[in-house]
């Protein structure tokens, strides 16, 4: 097969590969991180930064759906394969785009309501002539490579009461596939996060590690969970399952044998009253790494403990060899949703770096001998609503960072954005919760902050003036793409790629072309001077642009490849003016470049997106129209807000959805699209109160729209 691995020397005339430990024949892209030490780095220099200007559309396919496109796909002999929305499965030839086959993992449309931020997936894994995949209900499934037929099928969800999904992309070790799950951030119970190894030939369970201790007075599965439950405080709330979920970032290094991870957040958010009562609550929010033959804990690094910011440990860990204190380590590396970035010994686990890459002000810093950072006042909203950077967004997510041993950067897609976050059940609003967010919510001050707007359900917070204060002239929110010198500990350049709005910019890759390529949130796509950060290229392509793109060689043409599609946890807001996807149709799509090509075909418009029909006649008590602005808040807004979105604008609903409205939400009419029923969440009375407040909102847009002279929409 197309995987061998080659010798240092023989890459790309005399490249100094030696910081990355596994490179790969360069025509290929085997792994969603190019290669298995997950740099998104390709050795290949056809398209470099004498001809970037060059660049140009080769093909396009339709994946079919329009969510959040967060993968990147592989190419092997000449196939590309990838994986979409709820893990739907493609292969294409490279060349061309022309489908091969195709796998629907066909899913209970209904599994969507357990997915915090959309159904998205972030990769497949492939080995043997197999491909494997973990759908968004959390199924593994072992596909045959020429054909799509499944092998095998496992279920890797332990309980289906508790809100599990899966989002993150599957790892292959020497014999088993790896998968985690998401849901630390999800209802009452939240869930427990795991990972669990399978036989890659034939499906059998092998292992289970789970992340968090069980239930008070449950028995330990393994021996990790005694010491990991002495951690946590002892007014533990037993309804709660404590997260810690494997959401993204599982990789694994063959010399070790090791599996690393990240887990997430604790749940819920919030577990003291003062900072004082606060506990580590391991293992969440930490780095782990176990052994791949038993899954028993070789050694782990709590990044933060006691994290009540939604500060996952799950970003994506690149391997590397790179010089520390004079000597020369195996590291693992991660920018951290926390906005720290670590560096560790990958063999002893032994923090060799913890630098701030973006502005934060939760910790001062982090003490490299007992590890710990140093928390500040300033994030501590126990007592009253703070500006915390970065925010549960995190400094840097799930888009892929790149390290190009050429210019020894790391390329960091990094978010330079605050929340206010406040403590709700005691900040004096009239919510105490929301389904996804628990006791505690962090607001993004982007251009649509408006404290007085909210004050009736969330209680007071500070104005816009006051959280500029902080970083007078810096705009509140920002993404910057950031090359980071990892042994310097420093910023050599960076561009910021968006700002004001929420842009979710896109991952990275680079290459030995001296070239660095990102996706904006705008729709178009850059090429970098790897080295120098100057733009080379620039290239509009209609689609909001989050996955990283990847690239490969055939038949002596390099092409560059990027999935477009806007969505993962832009679901919960209105899709920002920035973005493309506020212009044209969020039409999933895999955009393929070549030096030579043409121009990118654009999506279809958004058809008069802010125009409202008239709603039907309805009657509704002012007590009844805010009682449904409440219930719309805690239970609806998690997926469904107002203007164009990933899901259905329900300010601007069309009659006959209207008339179908409490079927669709009590009874699961439209579970189908992916709408699962809320009767075990809200009563009759609470979705006739929602359906008003509804309406209400559609009336004053429709009102003011005769009033501006314009025709209702069709
Ligand atoms: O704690 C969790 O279980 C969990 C899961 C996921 C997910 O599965 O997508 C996200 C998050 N947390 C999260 O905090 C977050 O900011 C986030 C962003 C995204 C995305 O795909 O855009 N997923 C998730
Ligand atoms: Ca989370």
């Given at each position: ?87 739907i499965v493609y292969a294409l030839e490279a060349t061309t785009g022309k489908l091969l086959w195709q796998f629907d993992p066909g899913i209970d449309p209904m599994s969507a309501r357990n997915a915090c931020c959309d159904t998205v997936n972030r990769g497949i894994a ?444 832009g679901i919960s807001f209105p899709i920002p003016p920035s973005s493309a996807a506020y212009r044209n149709m969020n039409t999933n799509r895999i955009l393929v470049f070549k030096l030579g090509g043409g121009e990118v075909p654009q999506p279809e418009k958004r058809v ?107």
């Amino acid at each position: 097969s197309g995987l061998a691995l080659v010798s240092t020397a023989s890459i790309a005339g005399g490249l100094d590969t030696s910081s990355v430990p596994y490179p790969v024949a360069a025509e290929q892209w085997p792994f969603s991180g190019g290669d298995q030490a997950g740099t998104y780095f390709s050795a290949l220099t056809d398209i470099n930064d004498s001809n970037a200007g060059q660049l140009g559309f080769a093909w396009a396919f339709d994946m079919g759906t329009d969510r959040g496109q967060e993968a990147t796909p592989l190419v092997i002999d000449g196939v590309m394969y990838t994986s979409g929305v709820w893990g739907i499965v493609y292969a294409l030839e490279a060349t061309t785009g022309k489908l091969l086959w195709q796998f629907d993992p066909g899913i209970d449309p209904m599994s969507a309501r357990n997915a915090c931020c959309d159904t998205v997936n972030r990769g497949i894994a492939y080995r043997d002539g197999m491909v494997f995949v973990a759908s968004e209900d959390g199924k593994l499934h072992a596909l045959d490579a020429r054909t799509g037929a499944e092998k095998w099928q496992a279920d890797t969800i332990i309980n289906r009461k508790e809100v599990y999904a899966s989002t993150g992309g599957v790892i292959l070790t020497k014999d088993a596939v790896v998968i985690g799950n998401s849901g630390a951030d999800l209802g009452d119970g939240s869930s427990r996060g795991y990972i669990s190894a399978w036989d890659l030939k034939t499906g059998k369970f092998k292992w289970r590690f789970f992340t968090v201790p069980p239930a008070p007075n449950q028995p330990y599965e393994h021996p990790e969970l005694e010491m990991a439950a002495k951690s946590w405080g002892p007014n533990r709330d037993g309804r709660y399952q404590n997260g810690g979920a494997v959401w993204d970032g599982l990789s694994y290094d063959p010399e070790t044998d090791q599996i690393v991870f990240g887990t997430a957040n604790a749940s819920p958010y919030l577990r003291v009253k003062n900072a004082a009562e606060r506990h580590d609550d391991l293992f969440n929010a930490s780095i782990i790494a176990v052994n791949a033959q038993n899954g028993r804990m070789n050694w782990y690094y709590q990044e933060t403990p006691g994290d009540s910011w939604d500060y996952d440990a799950v970003q994506k860990f690149i391997f590397a060899n790179l010089p520390f204190e004079g000597q020369k380590h195996r590291v693992v590396m991660q920018a951290s949703k926390n906005g720290f970035y670590y560096t560790l010994d990958l063999k002893t686990g032994k923090l060799l770096g913890a630098d701030a890459y973006s502005y934060v002000n939760w910790a001062k810093g982090v003490d490299l001998k007992t590890g710990r950072p140093q928390f500040t006042e300033t994030a501590d909203y126990t007592l009253k609503p703070k500006n915390v950077y970065p925010s549960w967004a995190g400094a840097h997510t799930w888009n892929p960072m790149s390290f190009s041993p050429q210019s020894g950067l790391v390329y960091i897609p990094s978010l330079d954005v605050p929340n206010v976050i406040l403590n709700m059940a005691d900040n004096g609003g009239k919510l105490k919760h929301i389904e996804g967010f628990f006791n505690a919510d962090g607001i993004i001050p982007d251009e649509t902050y408006d404290p007085a707007a909210m004050k009736r359900l969330f209680g007071p917070m500070p104005d816009k003036a006051e959280l500029q204060k902080e970083r007078p002239g810096t705009k509140l929110v920002r993404e910057i793409l950031k090359a980071w010198d990892p042994v310097n500990h420093k910023i050599v350049w960076q561009q910021v790629t968006s700002e004001g709005n929420r842009g979710y910019d896109g991952g990275v890759l680079s290459t030995a072309g001296n070239v660095v390529v990102q996706g904006r949130g705008d729709g178009t796509l850059w090429v970098y001077n790897a080295k120098t950060g100057a733009p080379l290229k620039t290239i509009q392509t209609g689609s909001h642009i989050m996955a990283a793109p990847m690239t490969y060689k055939i038949n002596g043409v390099q092409y560059v490849a990027v999935q477009v599609g806007y969505g993962g946890s832009g679901i919960s807001f209105p899709i920002p003016p920035s973005s493309a996807a506020y212009r044209n149709m969020n039409t999933n799509r895999i955009l393929v470049f070549k030096l030579g090509g043409g121009e990118v075909p654009q999506p279809e418009k958004r058809v008069a997106p802010f125009d409202y029909p008239a709603p039907p006649p309805f009657k509704a008590t002012q007590a009844q129209l805010l009682h449904g602005e409440e219930k719309f808040t805690e239970y609806c807004s998690r997926c469904h807000g107002f203007g164009p979105g990933v899901t259905p604008d329900l300010s601007r609903l069309p009659p006959e959805v209207h008339a179908m409205f409490k079927d669709i939400v009590l009874k699961g009419a439209l579970a189908s699209l992916g709408m699962a029923p809320l009767n075990d969440l809200v009563s009759e009375k609470d979705v006739e109160d929602i359906h008003a407040y509804l309406l209400d909102t559609e009336r004053q847009g429709y009102e003011a729209q005769v009033k501006a002279g314009k025709k209702p929409a069709k």
